[in-house]
């Protein structure tokens, strides 16, 4: 079993930065792919970056692509994104999810956390 809690999603304006943090604990927990999600309201739960188990590879969607930056720690069990540039149209809860040994854009999740808000401002 692994839990997984994101901190870090708050109100900032358009331009600004923020960094979102996946703290995951459990057995094994450095094992697993990280992933994160948005879901923006009245929209479908869609895809943003991913990192491999290992941390040798890394995917995001082409509209964060240059502006977020997905890196892993696992001396502390937490998956970091780093969102800059941030533009209103990233407004969104954003969930990270685990994958037992899963590469940087797998699916087949084994793990959901709760969500963070984050809302941009013009």
């Known amino acids: 079993q692994v839990q997984l809690v994101e901190s870090g999603g708050g109100l900032v304006q358009a331009g600004g930065s923020l960094r979102l943090s996946c703290a995951a604990s459990g057995r094994s927990s450095s094992m697993y792919g990280i992933y994160w999600f948005r879901q923006a309201p009245g929209k479908e739960r869609e895809f943003v970056a991913g990192i491999s188990w290992s941390g040798g590879s890394t995917d995001y969607t082409d509209s964060v692509k240059g502006r977020f930056t997905i890196s892993r720690d696992n001396a502390r069990n937490t998956v970091y994104l780093q969102m800059n540039s941030l533009k209103p149209e990233d407004t969104a809860v954003y969930y990270c999810?685990?994958?037992?040994?899963?590469?940087?854009?797998?699916?087949?999740?084994?793990?959901w956390g709760q969500g963070t808000q984050v809302t941009v401002s013009l």
């Open positions: 999810a685990a994958k037992f040994l899963g590469g940087s854009n797998d699916f087949g999740y084994d793990y």
